[in-house]
């Protein structure tokens, strides 16, 4: 039996038989087996990737269903010729579990056959289809592992790789960024991403990478001695410390890149100071606003009575304040 599956606008025919399980290979980019052997490079062998997956609980539970169901629903994506399973690595190894109590009755499996000479442009795309943008079942880490192995392998524009996907040009970005970022850091433990996703995209985190060479290694050496307790403490903690202007702020990042200091101290000292409520920041965005160039220049095309009349209320109300401060 044949049939048509279009990956990224081409059409592929496909034939469905089933296949002797023993004659089936693993996909050696599953991400799964990446994200657990902790590498960025290199190919796992087929006994060690079949142990891996084997042992992940959720193929145990997948076993149960295929052996109530007596066979698979959704049948293996298999490359002809090597038969690499394209598509259902965990529905094969599940099969092999239950082989090892009955080989006869689990000896087959159902699958269907893609062209040998398939390109890997279009096995990352159908792979992505399912697991990227379908019904998402690889974690951010591994999605941004097999983005960033894609990358590298192919040397593919990233913004091609993003369309091939279907998925934004930022988002491609940032998941390789932040992968990267562990690659470089000597951490690929997949429980740390979201730390480091967090550590990245705080903006004003971001000041402060810049300009203090340390901080970078000081918090992945934190992450990796579990010293940081959940990835929020990285955007309110450090981050709270780092959206304080001023240099005391300053002092005590520079305090935590060197290691004086963990991020919850720090996140204390600048409690203390009270920089950290929003009445202190809307007022420092206030005056920082009307100090500025651009908007003393605008206010001379404004009407000069309404002005005049807006600063003077102002000027009150200042004062008033002030004057409660001075009596408190």
Same mark, same amino acid.
């Given at each position: 039996?044949?049939?048509?599956?279009?990956?990224?606008?081409?059409?592929?025919?496909?034939?469905?038989?089933?296949?002797?399980?023993?004659?089936?290979?693993?996909?050696?980019?599953?991400?799964?087996?990446?994200?657990?052997?902790?590498?960025?490079?290199?190919?796992?062998?087929?006994?060690?990737?079949?142990?891996?997956?084997?042992?992940?609980?959720?193929?145990?539970?997948?076993?149960?269903?295929?052996?109530?169901?007596?066979?698979?629903?959704?049948?293996?994506?298999?490359?002809?010729?090597?038969?690499?399973?394209?598509?259902?690595?965990?529905?094969?190894?599940?099969?092999?579990?239950?082989?090892?109590?009955?080989?006869?009755?689990?000896?087959?499996?159902?699958?269907?056959?893609?062209?040998?000479?398939?390109?890997?442009?279009?096995?990352?795309?159908?792979?992505?289809?399912?697991?990227?943008?379908?019904?998402?079942?690889?974690?951010?880490?591994?999605?941004?592992?097999?983005?960033?192995?894609?990358?590298?392998?192919?040397?593919?524009?990233?913004?091609?790789?993003?369309?091939?996907?279907?998925?934004?040009?930022?988002?491609?970005?940032?998941?390789?960024?932040?992968?990267?970022?562990?690659?470089?850091?000597?951490?690929?433990?997949?429980?740390?991403?979201?730390?480091?996703?967090?550590?990245?995209?705080?903006?004003?985190?971001?000041?402060?990478?810049?300009?203090?060479?340390?901080?970078?290694?000081?918090?992945?050496?934190?992450?990796?001695?579990?010293?940081?307790?959940?990835?929020?403490?990285?955007?309110? #903690?450090? %981050?709270? /410390?780092?959206?304080?202007?001023? *240099?005391?702020? $300053?002092? +005590?990042?520079?305090?935590?890149?060197?290691? @004086?200091?963990?991020?919850?101290?720090?996140?204390?000292?600048?409690?203390?100071?009270? #920089?950290? %409520?929003? /009445?202190?920041?809307?007022?420092? *965005?206030?005056? $920082?606003? +009307?100090?500025?160039?651009?908007?003393?220049? @605008?206010?001379?095309?404004?009407?000069?009575?309404?002005?005049?009349?807006?600063?003077? #209320?102002?000027?009150?109300?200042?004062?008033?304040?002030?004057?409660?401060?001075?009596?408190?």
């Amino acid at each position: 039996m044949s049939e048509k599956l279009t990956i990224g606008k081409k059409e592929y025919v496909i034939l469905e038989k089933e296949i002797r399980q023993s004659d089936l290979r693993f996909y050696p980019e599953n991400p799964r087996v990446y994200s657990i052997l902790n590498v960025s490079d290199g190919i796992p062998e087929q006994d060690e990737i079949e142990e891996i997956i084997t042992n992940m609980e959720h193929v145990k539970q997948l076993k149960l269903s295929i052996e109530a169901n007596g066979g698979l629903i959704d049948p293996l994506i298999v490359r002809d010729g090597d038969n690499v399973v394209l598509e259902g690595n965990s529905r094969l190894a599940a099969y092999r579990l239950l082989a090892r109590k009955d080989p006869t009755k689990w000896g087959k499996v159902k699958c269907k056959i893609l062209p040998g000479d398939i390109s890997e442009s279009a096995i990352f795309t159908l792979l992505g289809q399912y697991h990227i943008i379908g019904r998402k079942d690889w974690s951010p880490f591994e999605q941004a592992g097999y983005l960033y192995r894609r990358l590298k392998s192919s040397e593919v524009p990233i913004e091609y790789i993003a369309q091939e996907l279907g998925i934004t040009e930022s988002s491609a970005k940032n998941y390789i960024k932040v992968y990267s970022f562990m690659v470089d850091n000597g951490d690929l433990r997949s429980e740390h991403w979201s730390y480091y996703d967090e550590y990245l995209k705080n903006m004003s985190i971001k000041k402060y990478r810049e300009t203090n060479a340390n901080l970078d290694s000081k918090i992945v050496e934190e992450v990796k001695k579990g010293n940081i307790a959940q990835a929020a403490d990285i955007r309110n #903690k450090l %981050g709270g /410390i780092a959206k304080v202007t001023g *240099k005391t702020a $300053n002092r +005590i990042m520079a305090e935590i890149s060197e290691g @004086k200091i963990d991020i919850y101290t720090g996140f204390e000292r600048i409690e203390d100071t009270g #920089k950290t %409520g929003n /009445i202190y920041q809307m007022l420092y *965005k206030f005056r $920082n606003k +009307i100090n500025e160039n651009d908007f003393r220049n @605008k206010i001379k095309y404004e009407d000069q009575k309404q002005v005049h009349f807006e600063l003077s #209320k102002i000027k009150k109300a200042i004062e008033k304040l002030l004057n409660e401060l001075d009596k408190k």
